[in-house]
T-cell receptor
Framework: EDQVTQSPEALRLQEGESSSLNCSYT??????LFWYRQDPGKGPEFLFTLYSAGEEKEKERLKATLTKKESFLHITAPKPEDSATYLCAVQGDTNAGKSTFGDGTTLTVKP | DGGITQSPKYLFRKEGQNVTLSCEQN?????MYWYRQDPGQGLRLIYYSQIVNDFQKGDIAEGYSVSREKKESFPLTVTSAQKNPTAFYLC?????????????FGSGTQLSVL
């Protein structure tokens, strides 16, 4: 059974204080690891897909990295508008393309 | 603009009542999904459909039913058999099911019990 664990549950940062969010996963035959951003009361928005260990992707202040056991979402010099819940999901060989989600990390960036 | 439209945004259910949540997409995606999200938790799959007139149960299908009569539409009915229906319901779609694609989400429906 695919499993995803995200840590920490909540993270409070000052504006400009860089940090990382962790996504640990167990999956048989990783086919894709996905990061989404979710604002309160709204649906998740896609950020990144990572397919293989060593892969990295960047978008503005966000950078996602992948190893064989975990993924990190690095946030550099965050701004208050980066405040949201960040969800990690995996798809594996044995789950027929269905996504398994973690519980998310809620990020709050104070000005 | 292409996207997924969910309605209503808020819905209230009385004891013993069935309610239906609407999901329409104009992205021409083959696959559609329904997820349930409880506070502080991740998304759990209720039902998914890869093609018109076909759908499969997800991890928590008990107390729910769906139909897929048109490619664009995938309504979810929360039946009276679902004893704890209060949650945030999200509809999603992907280009082609089973090909490890990202999901596009609607804006969600918050269902509460009166």
């Amino acid at each position: 059974e695919d499993q995803v664990t995200q840590s920490p549950e909540a993270l409070r940062l000052q504006e400009g204080e860089s940090s990382s969010l962790n996504c640990s996963y167990t999956v048989s035959g990783l086919r894709g690891l996905f990061w989404y951003r979710q604002d309160p009361g709204k649906g998740p928005e896609f950020l990144f897909t990572l397919y293989s260990a060593g892969e990295e992707k960047e978008k503005e202040r966000l950078k996602a990295t992948l190893t064989k056991k975990e993924s990190f979402l690095h946030i550099t010099a965050p701004k208050p508008e980066d405040s949201a819940t960040y969800l990690c999901a995996v798809q594996g060989d044995t789950n027929a393309g269905k996504s398994t989600f973690g519980d998310g990390t809620t990020l709050t960036v104070k000005p | 603009d292409g996207g997924i439209t969910q309605s209503p945004k808020y819905l209230f259910r009385k004891e013993g009542q069935n309610v239906t949540l609407s999901c329409e997409q104009n992205l021409n995606h083959d696959a559609m999904y329904w997820y349930r999200q409880d506070p502080g938790q991740g998304l759990r799959l209720i039902y998914y459909s890869q093609i018109v007139n076909d759908f499969q149960k997800g991890d928590i299908a008990e107390g729910y039913s769906v139909s897929r009569e048109k490619k664009e539409s995938f309504p979810l009915t929360v039946t009276s058999a679902q004893k704890n229906p209060t949650a945030f319901y999200l509809c999603a779609s992907s280009i082609v099911a089973l090909y490890y694609e990202k999901l596009f989400f609607g804006s969600g429906t918050q269902l509460s019990v009166l």
